[in-house]
């Protein structure tokens, strides 16, 4: 199947910093990414769609500039948690869908603690 | 109606034991239908995709009834390794993507 990355897998940082998560799709294109996030013994709730040259898309109750999202590439999606504070603190996931398909292919996740 | 709809359970059944998930979901244009498995703090993986009135993998037969607006899944002979979280994810295009809750299953020996 097809392979999603993302970077870093954990990452443990300050309040009041920013932190920079990385979904790349490795064996193919992605126009669109999708991001999550997953809080403990929570379902996935979709934040945002990322699009390729233009602007992401946001789901209702996602603050825009606190989630800065930048698709520069076919390969590569970011998702910037800027101000981050401890109840941001979540499993991260990106997925991306193949060309012409409808399934959703995930990263691995990213777990941020915000201390 | 939520969009998405499963049972969290969780299901607690022995080794070899049968069961079987629903997920009802209220989009009518969903046109694909996916099974994804969930581990404890890990990324949703593909099961099974669902296209037509159904299909099998092995032990896993998934089912779709597009009139009732539900799909299912069904495990035999359950492994310990099956235990998860199972996640329903009726797809209709980029416009919505909602996964279903999940439903814990627990096998036991």
């Known amino acids: 199947g097809a392979v999603v990355s993302q970077h870093p897998s954990r990452v443990i940082c300050k309040s009041g910093t920013s932190v920079k998560i990385e979904c790349r799709s490795l064996d193919f294109q992605a126009t669109t990414m999708f991001w999550y996030r997953q809080f403990p013994k929570q379902s996935l709730m979709l934040m945002a769609t990322?699009?390729?040259?233009?602007?992401?898309?946001?789901e209702q109750g996602v603050e825009k500039d606190k989630f800065l999202i930048n698709h520069a590439s076919l390969t590569l999606s970011t998702l910037t948690v800027t101000s981050a504070h401890p109840e941001d603190s979540s499993f991260y996931i990106c997925?991306?869908?193949?060309?012409?398909?409808?399934?959703?292919?995930f990263g691995p996740g990213t777990r941020l603690t915000v201390t | 109606r939520k969009e998405v709809e499963q049972d969290p359970g969780p299901f607690n059944v022995p080794e070899g034991a049968t069961v079987a998930f629903n997920c009802t979901y209220s989009?009518?244009?969903?046109?694909?239908f996916f099974w994804y498995r969930q581990d404890c703090r890990k990324e949703p993986k593909l099961l099974m995709s669902?296209?037509?009135s159904g299909n099998e993998d092995g032990r896993f037969t998934a089912q779709l009834n597009r009139a009732s607006q539900y799909i299912s899944l069904l495990i035999r002979d359950s492994k310990l390794s099956d235990s998860a979280t199972y996640l329903c994810f009726p797809a209709s295009g980029y416009s919505t993507l909602t996964f279903g809750k999940g439903t814990m299953l627990l096998v036991s020996p």
């Open positions: 669902v296209y037509s």
């Open positions: 989009n009518s244009a969903s046109q694909s």
């Open positions: 990322s699009n390729e040259g233009s602007k992401a898309t946001y």
């Open positions: 997925s991306a869908p193949t060309s012409g398909g409808d399934e959703q292919y």
